[in-house]
């Protein structure tokens, strides 16, 4: 099959039978030295050198430890949301007990830095803003990260970023940048099976635990004892050990690709999808200048059901593309294209779409 959708991405065969290596303890000196490893390894890719938590969870559980370690019931957030992904930081916050200010954009928009600012300046006493920095649902990449840190700190807030399909396919400079807390998942373009999730933490969002220790329930997602337990070579919980073996052979490929290598790469086979989805006469959902390097979202036209797209290039092309989410779902498709890939790949993936489209009726 070849997997077009934006995760869980291709596993190369060297990653998976890297996996199938036999157990060990979780507690013994392997595995320290294994975590070791591939915290060094996602730091890289990180290019940071706050702390970075490796837990055993999908994105979404990432995405929660944001929540649950950097506020407190009662406190203000700002969640700036561009599609469905974004909405989930607004539900986690509710959820929480947190004072919800939630910023919405037209689908296929991404977010404006002077917009921030105003809801910054409407609620003073917003203390953290939660944003997605690639937003799966509608192929949108949001500019703004490299400015929007200096923004959020000079209102004393924290600034949390879900990078889950964009880091390891898409620059993220989270140390130049000044981001508190990034977050990214395995199964997207760090070429893992899904399971394992990442944060990364700098000063300024270890003082907000400090802060909201007393006021705040956590456990399983409490960063702090990540660290405290990578500290001794360990995670709190028993992790998922395979992963962590698939972890490391990934991580080796990439740096032997080099960060520059692999931006270079997406970037080029994204625009590569974008001339093809338009050279069949589709329409892109995200705005110009703004296309993700990761997912391309489109429009189905009239007349096209997007399910029956699916089916005929699943079964008779076996690729696999992913529809909508939420209020987009029967209104648009999604190509993914990102992790382990070649150009062969994404031409077979995009014949396969031809086709498919073709079968389903569709003339342009
Ligand atoms: C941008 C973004 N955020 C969050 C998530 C949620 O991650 P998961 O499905 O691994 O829980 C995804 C997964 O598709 C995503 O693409």
Redesign the pocket.
């Known amino acids: 099959m070849n997997l077009r959708i934006?995760?869980p991405t291709t596993v190369p065969a060297e990653v998976a039978q890297a996996g199938a290596a036999e157990m060990i303890n979780h507690r013994g000196p392997e595995f320290a030295a294994l975590i070791a490893r591939t915290t060094e390894g996602v730091k890289k890719v990180y290019q940071t050198s706050n702390d970075v938590a490796t837990m055993t969870s999908?994105?979404?559980?990432a995405?929660e430890s944001a929540v649950v370690n950097f506020t407190a019931p009662g406190m203000h957030s700002l969640v700036v949301s561009i599609g469905n992904?974004g909405n989930?930081f607004a539900e986690l916050v509710n959820i929480y007990g947190g004072v919800l200010t939630k910023q919405e954009y037209e689908d296929g928009q991404a977010a404006n830095l002077d917009q921030i600012e105003a809801a910054l300046k409407a609620d003073p006493e917003i203390r953290t803003v939660f944003i997605?920095h690639?937003?799966?649902s509608t192929g949108v990449t949001n500019p703004v990260l490299p400015d929007l840190a200096a923004l959020v700190h000079a209102h004393d807030a924290l600034l949390v970023v879900?990078a889950?399909?964009s880091l390891s396919s898409i620059e993220v400079k989270t140390d130049e940048w000044d981001l508190d807390v990034v977050l990214s998942?395995s199964?997207?373009g760090w070429m893992v099976a899904?399971g394992l999730?990442f944060a990364s933490v700098n000063e300024r969002a270890w003082a907000r635990h400090a802060e909201t220790a007393d006021t705040q329930p956590r456990f399983y997602f409490d960063l702090k004892r990540h660290a405290d337990s990578l500290a001794s070579g360990q995670t709190p919980w028993t992790p998922a050990v395979s992963l962590f073996f698939q972890l490391d052979k990934a991580l080796e490929i990439m740096l032997a690709e080099g960060l520059e290598g692999i931006f270079a790469r997406h970037h080029k086979i994204g625009q590569m999808v974008r001339d093809g989805i338009r050279g069949m006469g589709l329409e892109l959902l995200a705005d110009e200048g703004v296309e993700s390097d990761t997912v391309t979202a489109f429009w189905l036209p009239e007349g096209v059901n997007g399910s029956e797209v699916t089916k005929i290039a699943r079964e008779k092309y076996q690729t696999v593309f992913a529809g909508g989410q939420g209020k987009l779902r029967g209104k648009i498709m999604r190509f993914g294209h990102l992790g382990a890939m070649s150009e062969a790949d994404i031409q077979a993936g995009l014949d396969a779409l031809q086709k498919a489209f073709a079968d389903a009726g569709y003339k342009p």
């Open positions: 934006p995760g999908s994105g979404s559980g995405m992904f989930r997605t690639n937003e799966t879900d889950i399909s998942g199964q997207k899904p999730a």
